[in-house]
């Protein structure tokens, strides 16, 4: 008889996450591979409008919390490498993302990508 294999639910809901996240890679670099007037259209497609008078109790919670200014107690910035060294590279790939749906392997990418932009926020 052939051996069989057998698949625990974490090892495929990592294989899932892998495939997913290598497709949304995918998405992306074929989305900034496009001329700039299919960009605008696919962003418009996938990016809903972000009207305030729309928003949930929640979202209003955190417009007013983004509008506030952040107290940094030596007052510097935070650098790349700090970023970098101090969350993403604390991210638990395994862990469940949170009520925004994006995982810490988005989050990751993202900041390979624009990683200025991302110490800069």
Do not use: C
């Not at 962003?43 to 952040?70: A, C, S, V, Y």
């Not at 060294?85 to 989050?107: C, H, M, V, W």
Request: hydrophobic residues 35%.
């Amino acid at each position: 008889m052939g051996q069989t294999s057998v698949f625990t639910t974490a090892d495929i809901k990592l294989s899932l996450s892998w495939f997913i996240n290598a497709h949304l890679y995918s998405i992306w670099a074929i989305v900034w591979s496009l001329e700039p007037q299919a960009q605008v259209g696919m962003t418009e497609q996938l990016i809903p409008e972000d009207n305030p008078q729309d928003d949930t109790d929640h979202h209003k919670n955190i417009r007013r919390l983004t509008e506030q200014p952040i107290e940094i107690i030596d007052g510097r910035d935070f650098s790349q490498d700090e970023v970098r060294r101090q969350i993403i590279e604390y991210f638990n790939p395994r862990k469940a993302p949170g009520p925004d749906g994006i995982t810490s392997d988005i989050l990751t990418l993202v900041f390979k990508s624009i990683p200025k932009t991302v110490t800069s926020i």
